[in-house]
């Protein structure tokens, strides 16, 4: 097969099993060729700017932090590279989060060889790749957001955004739970998955967000006579 310019991957996964056999797998494609891997993201992140490839494949999991997080990260770089999450999450709100975070595309560890091929070479020539889940008029109104940072804040269901308005007014979880009539831990949940969607690593940074982008003041809790 000639190959006029082979796509140049990044991979960022903590499992080196899962990494080998990428390697090996990517051996059969000659288009792809695997520029570089980390375990962390730490190590990618020192280490793509140099490398710059074409497409970073990124899990969702990693040891020092999440998916969401290095996507953020990448997508500031000076040169960013196309971000595209190999994991083995397939829920919704994995995937929205992703989306939030600025990737180009998501697909499941256990697709075909040849599938996963085909996605990184539609990454990395410009298009993104979603779940069937992720409907096209969905992905448009989410793209033609004028701000990152509403697009992700539209990504909140109308839960998370009363608890970050609640948030974003100094409350704490206790707090929180009780002027909404759930446990401490609920709100402790729903803090965590607000904030994977933002991609931020601190409540304060959901707050300041909310505060800033968001079309409504902090809504006020309600009062008893």
């Known amino acids: 097969m000639n190959v006029e310019k082979q796509i140049r991957i990044y991979l960022v996964d903590d499992h080196p099993v899962v990494r080998a056999g990428l390697k090996a797998m990517f051996a059969d494609y000659p288009q792809i060729q695997v520029a570089g891997e980390a375990s962390n993201a730490a190590t990618s992140l020192h280490e793509i700017p140099a490398l710059q490839p074409d497409v970073v494949l990124v899990d969702l999991r990693l040891p020092d932090t999440d998916g969401f997080i290095l996507c953020q990260k990448l997508k500031s770089l000076p040169q960013p590279p196309r971000v595209m999450f190999l994991t083995s999450y397939g829920e919704e709100d994995n995937i929205l989060a992703a989306l939030g975070s600025g990737a180009d595309g998501y697909v499941l560890k256990e697709s075909r060889d040849e599938v996963l091929v085909s996605a990184i070479t539609m990454v990395a020539s410009g298009e993104t790749v979603w779940p069937s889940l992720i409907t096209r008029s ?23 955004q009363r608890v970050l308005a609640l948030v974003a007014e100094g409350k704490t979880n206790k707090e929180i739970g009780g002027l909404l009539g759930v446990s401490e831990k609920t709100i402790r949940n729903q803090i965590s998955s607000l904030m994977k969607k933002l991609a931020v690593e601190r409540r304060a940074q959901a707050a300041a967000y909310y505060v800033r982008f968001s079309p409504k003041p902090p809504l006020e809790p309600e009062r008893g006579p």
């Open 138 to 160: 969905f992905r448009e109104h989410l793209h033609s957001a004028s701000d990152p940072i509403q697009i992700k804040l539209h990504l909140l269901s109308p839960k998370e």
